[in-house]
């Protein structure tokens, strides 16, 4: 009946579409239209080709150079629902997902639900049906168990974002690291798409790190090699399986590295007690001015936030302002999250290219 | 129910501990009277079994919830329920009341709580739950850390001559892991345990169990290097036994990819070097038993975040095709697949039932060893549809059960 009324539905949103977008896409480079993603969510880096990835942070570029302007508010999702659904604390991880939101015009509700609360009766997907009922345009996950956001990937109609769930994945960490190493690399000169033959050396608590898990998959994608260090109690079995070289002295695994990127030790996740004292962590695993020497001369070094100074890195190594991209990270963290949030509405938004439901020809 | 006219099943395949052969069998008075051709009498009730098999029915060993619809759909006539209920088995009343709530067509042999509350501290009155109807003493879900009450429970048990079912996972090692240590758990970010977890229990227990003299049945060993513990000891004629359920020789930790939590078992899914050391435990008799761990969990219980939900499968149903399925990879043979089943764990139950013998309990059940079906949850008997076996064929059906003489419907 309404075929007509569906194309200039499509035709209108598409205009009003690329009117708030910045320029830039269908390169060429990427698969056509919706095939470029064709997932309904992210819940893990796992899931995503090494082309998907290259997509998500093709199209975060835009969003570092429109994050830099005076008016950082385009109406790309006006009239869309995001809800930040976190079970587990967050302060920076909430906040650049609500800006994210915000920026690309959508109405951003934060749910703020500390696990425990949750715990007491609703189970968590009849808190999830609750937020579809809703009706989210997109749900953002943050969850203290592993798997909870594919749980609830599935069970609702909404793309479904995964802000950090357990010890397992945090993906959009893992974009925006990649895309700050990139921005990096970039301004010395030594810019490529991606890491090939890159060295990076990932230290702190890797058994309970999802970010850890995350950077491991994607850094492995963009053709870097991944060492990672820990002592003994908290380095998972099993982790050279996924590609990772694990090391116990921290000495050698910087040894000739290009990145450092340090991880916090997430006290909050471990049951026990799984080293001495911090005092005793710092002697062994904290990053040092001296320690980093042994890096490559010009070594970057990076941390997901947020950090423990004078535990797992001393100030003036967080400071150093050539070879930290600290700060970076976060920036990028913006721009990584407006191109998930973005290229998974798209298909609600009737993008062309985008107008075909997934499952056609196509896998979830 | 009392069997109240001689019943015939006729035209069969018996399988015996001596082997299996064509025949049949009559039961009269609830207990088997003769076996073989023409065994049949005048005024007998005749069923026909049409060269199907002719097999005890099954006694399972260590379930958590009677579940009569599921046990008679896969052929159980008595089971062994663990204490772990709610209020536990700690108290005679309780196991008097389990030991009579299945009957007439399912006979529940209660196992008593070892420890109070099953708290792993303070001693059950396990005696005066024996006369209860208590046929063995069980930990429970958990292991008792506690080593110096674990040799008192073994020394009573002994005194008693009764069974210890034991659950041998390392509490310390073990902790709020809910998978194996390796690269499954890794890189979903579970929270697990090395494997060893299991052999570290089985090596204190075997020897606290020496130590009393104490009849050990560990309800699930998953591991090589466990195995080799339990195969040991045999050796030296400790009275040792280890069980096993299908879902440890039949899947290994790939099957919770993607956190499926039907999946989650304790002790969880190990490595599928473990699983083959199973399989050729079962092969070499250091396995005895197999039973379901009949552990039905409904949607509040399985539908969470993989470590937030609680373990168990609902077993029942496929725990002899599953059995059987090492009879058709020549594992082993059909009367060692039925000893599994239910020689081994009536003999260490105590009871008069589990083998196709003259004077054996009648009762018995008729399987198509051949007979093909596919799992479907939705189509389960079993109050909860948690079977990590879902959509997978199967080969082997009960066509009909009857609990000392009477037809189970």
């Known amino acids: ?109 934060n749910m703020h639900a500390a696990q425990s609360s949750v715990k007491k009766g609703e189970t968590l997907l009849d808190t999830a049906i609750t937020l ?68 990076v050396t990932i230290c702190g608590d890797i058994a309970h790190s999802r970010v850890a898990r995350s950077n491991i998959l994607c850094l492995q994608a963009l053709g870097a090699s991944v060492r990672v260090c820990a002592p003994p109690a908290l380095m998972p079995a099993g982790i050279e399986m996924m590609g990772a070289k694990p090391y116990v002295d921290f000495d050698a695994a910087l040894d000739g590295c290009d990145v450092v990127m340090m991880l916090r030790l997430q006290a909050e996740r471990m049951s026990g007690q799984f080293i001495p004292s911090t005092r005793e962590y710092h002697h062994l695993y904290g990053l040092t001015q001296q320690r980093l020497r042994r890096a490559a001369p010009d070594a970057l070094v990076m941390h997901p936030g947020p950090m423990n100074r004078g535990v797992e890195i001393d100030s003036d190594v967080a400071d150093m302002l050539d070879r930290s991209i600290i700060t970076r990270q976060v920036e990028m963290g913006v721009a990584v999250r407006m191109a998930c949030v973005d290229v998974l509405t798209r298909r609600a938004r009737q993008l062309p290219g985008w107008e075909s439901p997934l499952g056609q020809g196509q896998w979830k | 129910m009392k069997q109240t006219r001689p019943l015939t099943l006729a035209n069969g395949r018996l399988v015996t501990p001596d082997g299996v052969r064509d025949g049949g069998v009559r039961i009269v008075d609830g207990a088997i009277a003769a076996l073989g051709e023409d065994v049949a009498q005048d005024g007998d009730e005749i069923v026909d079994a049409k060269g199907a098999l002719i097999v005890p029915g099954l006694v399972d060993l260590g379930v958590f919830a009677i579940d009569k619809p599921a046990f008679h759909f896969g052929g159980i006539t008595r089971a062994a329920l663990m204490p772990d209920q709610s209020p536990p088995l700690d108290l005679p009343s309780r196991v008097n009341y389990i030991a009579k709530s299945g009957k007439p067509d399912l006979w529940v042999h209660p196992l008593a709580a070892a420890t109070r509350g099953l708290g792993g501290e303070e001693l059950g009155e396990v005696a005066l739950m024996r006369e209860a109807g208590a046929r063995g003493i069980a930990t429970g879900r958990g292991w008792i850390a506690d080593s110096g009450v674990m040799l008192r429970v073994l020394r009573y048990a002994a005194m008693l001559d009764l069974v210890v079912v034991s659950h041998a996972e390392d509490s310390g090692l073990a902790g709020d892991a809910v998978a194996t240590a390796g690269e499954m758990a890794t890189r979903l970010g ?56 299908p879902a440890h020789f039949m899947l290994s930790d790939l099957a919770i990819g993607d956190f499926r939590t039907f999946g989650r078992l304790s002790p969880p899914l190990r490595s599928d070097d473990d699983r083959h050391a199973v399989v050729a435990a079962i092969a070499d008799g250091t396995i005895d038993v197999v039973s379901s761990g009949h552990d039905p969990r409904g949607p509040e219980d399985k539908r969470l975040p993989f470590s937030d939900a609680e373990p168990g499968m609902a077993g029942a149903e496929t725990l002899l095709s599953c059995t059987l399925t090492l009879v058709r990879d020549g594992v082993i043979d059909l009367p060692r697949a039925f000893d599994l089943l239910a020689g081994a764990p009536a003999r260490l139950l105590g009871v008069e039932a589990g083998t196709i013998r003259e004077g054996a309990e009648g009762d018995i059940a008729l399987v198509d060893q051949e007979k093909p079906w596919v799992v479907d949850r939705r189509k389960m008997e079993a109050t909860a549809d948690n079977t990590p076996f879902d959509g997978q064929p199967m080969q082997s059906r009960v066509l009909g059960l009857w609990k000392g003489g009477v037809k189970v419907d």
């Not at chain 2, 998953?222 to 080799?228: F, I, N, P, Q």
């Open chain 1, 1 to 109: 009946m309404c075929l007509s009324d569906l194309h200039g539905s499509t035709s209108g949103m598409a205009s009003m579409a690329s009117a708030g977008s910045p320029p830039g896409t269908g390169s060429g480079r990427f698969p056509a239209g919706g095939h470029a993603f064709p997932h309904p969510s992210l819940t893990g880096i796992a899931q995503l080709e090494r082309h998907e990835i290259l997509y998500l942070l093709h199209e975060a570029e835009q969003w570092v150079e429109f994050n830099r302007q005076p008016d950082k508010h385009c109406d790309l999702l006006a009239g869309m629902t995001i809800i930040n659904a976190f079970f587990e604390n967050s302060t920076r991880t909430l906040l650049s997902f609500e800006i994210a939101g915000k920026r690309l015009g959508a109405d951003v509700v």
């Open chain 1, 132 to 199: 579809n009922a809703m009706r989210a345009d997109a749900i953002v996950i943050r969850h203290g168990s592993s798997g909870a956001v594919d749980l609830i990937d599935g069970k609702v109609d909404c793309p479904v974002l995964n802000a950090g769930d357990g010890s397992h994945e945090h993906p959009t960490q893992a974009l925006l690291d990649a895309l700050a190493l990139r921005h990096a690399l970039d301004e010395r000169g030594e810019g490529a798409e991606d890491f090939t033959g890159l060295v």
């Open chain 2, 190 to 245: 579970l929270p697990s345990a090395p494997a060893e977890a299991e052999a570290l229990a089985v090596a204190r227990d075997i020897a606290l169990a020496e130590i009393a003299g104490a009849r050990l049945h560990f309800r699930q060993v998953t591991t090589a290097a466990a195995l080799d513990l339990v195969r040991g000891a045999k050796a030296r004629g400790v009275p040792v036994t280890a069980g096993v359920t």
